[in-house]
Every structure is written in C-alpha cells, then in structure tokens.
C-alpha cells in the first residue's frame, strides 16, 4: 500500500458515519417515539387544566364567526333603525292600486323616475276600471320612459283587469291572491301587503336588498326567493317591513353597488364585505354583491 493512504476505521463510537438515523428502530424504540408525540399533545390540554384548577376559571373553547349569529344580527338592525328611524316606501301612491301600478313600473328604473311618471299616468286614468277598459298599447307611451314599457303595460292592464273581474275591483290583501295577478311576484306583493295592509307576509327583496343582504353576510344566496327565506329565518317577523325600507334607503344613501361610501357608514365595524372602499376590519372575500 503507498504511504499516506490509511484504510477506512470504523469509528471509535460504534456508529459509521452517514448512515446515522437511518437504521431501522427497534420496536421498543418505535413504541416510545409514538408515546412521546402523544404525551407533547397532550402537554397543552394538561397546562390549559393546570390553569384552570389554579384560577378557578374553566377556559371557554375559541368562538366561530357566525354571521347569523342573533347578537349580530340585532346590532345590524339597531343600527339601522339609528339610521333610517321611520323610512317607508318611496313610491309616490294614493291607494292599494296606485302602489301596486308604481312598484310594477319601477322593476329596472329608479323611484325618482316612476314618481315622475305616475302622477299624470293616475289622472288620465282615475280607478282600476279606468285601466281595465285599455289595452297594453294605449297605455304604452303613458309609462315609456320607465323602460322595458311593453311587457310592463302588459301587466298593469292585466292585473287591472283580473282585478275588477275576480276581486270586485278591490286589490286583494292576500299574498296567494296577489301572486295571481299578471306581473306581480313576491317583491311586488310584500310591497302591496307591507307597506299599503302593514301585513308582514314577507320580505321585500329588491336589488338593495339582494346586494347589501350578501355583503353583510346575512345570506350567501344569489336568487331572491331563497335570500328572502334567508333573512325571514333571522329577523324577527315585526321587522320584516321596516328592514325592508331600511335596507333599500342604505343602498339609496350609501351602500351603492360600485363604491359603496364605507367610510361614513355607521355599519362599517360590523361589516366584512369583499367589496368593501375602506376598512377597520378583516374582510371576507366571498361576502360581496
Ligand atoms: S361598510 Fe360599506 S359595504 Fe358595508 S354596509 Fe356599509 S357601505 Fe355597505
């Protein structure tokens, strides 16, 4: 063998070097590494338990967020009503029927714009006989400029119609009976019942509704009927009218569907909207118009 060069030694501890950790372990062995990361899990509860018998306080399990919660859902109400105390429906009206013409015209088109309309449309034509006796196209110009003005005279003239010939001329204060007539369904009809009877059968669901329900996470659903199912399971049934008003003025005043003015909205610290322009708080990207 040339100088210098030594033959590989086994180690002096035993052990040959690289293959350290590698070795199978015995059973035994096995067996205590298992107890081991048993016995560090169980390190925790065994502290929480030690504290707990030295202070006497039993420590109360980490709450979920849930945003039904009734706590919540009381505060979001509180502070509408600190907000809109006595709001109501902003469609100018006279009687059951001239409410029920206003919200049919007002479906796609602001209430500012049907209140421009409808004084003119109820003195040309007085009663719902008035109506009854025209047909789609003689009212078409008279509600033009609230858009989509055929289908919309289509309807006004039949609900006019199935009116004086099924109801004796009187607008039904039933729901089932209101979801007969052509054009009207469950946002019209809450309409008619909440704010003409004061008969909650309902919540109106509009497209304020829809979209301020989703952003403070009172729904998560996109179609009106089950968010009014949504919201009727978590408001208490004597402030599905008010809510209603409440709600469609917030969205009037500041919780726009582009840029809603978070920064002045009083609902801000409760509110976690994806959508939101300003917040102190975290917010839920999901939860969004
Ligand atoms: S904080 Fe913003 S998004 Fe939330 S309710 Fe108010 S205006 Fe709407």
Known sequence: MPRGIVPRQP????????????????????????????????????????REKKTGKVA??????????????????KRLNDL??????????????ELLVATILSAQSTDVNVNRVTPELFRKYPTVQAFAGLTPEQLE?????????????KSVVGAAKKIVAAFGGQ????????????????????????TWFKKAEGVVVDTHVHRISRRLELTKEN????????????????????????????????CFARKPNCLECPLENVCHAGDKTWSTVETHKEAKA
């Open 11 to 50: 180690a002096r501890t035993g052990r040959q070097d690289k293959i350290r950790g590698t070795r199978p372990l015995s059973p035994a062995k096995l067996n205590q590494k298992s107890a081991n990361r048993t016995n560090r899990a169980g390190v925790a509860g065994k502290a929480a338990a030690g």
């Open 60 to 77: 109360k399990p980490a709450k979920r967020y849930n945003p039904t919660a009734p706590e919540r859902v009381t505060e979001i109400l």
């Open 84 to 97: 809109y105390p006595d709001v109501t429906c902003a469609l100018t009206h006279a009687s059951a029927w």
């Open 141 to 153: 110009p008279d509600v033009r400029s609230t858009g989509f003005f055929r289908n919309k005279s």
């Open 171 to 194: 607008v039904p204060d039933d729901i089932d009976k209101l979801l007969t007539l052509p054009g009207v369904a469950r946002k019209t009809a809450n309409v008619v019942l909440g």
């Open 223 to 254: 179609e009106p009927q089950k968010i009014e199912q949504d919201l009727i399971k978590i408001i208490p049934r004597d402030r599905w009218i008010l809510f209603s008003h409440q709600v469609i003025w917030h969205g009037r005043k500041l």
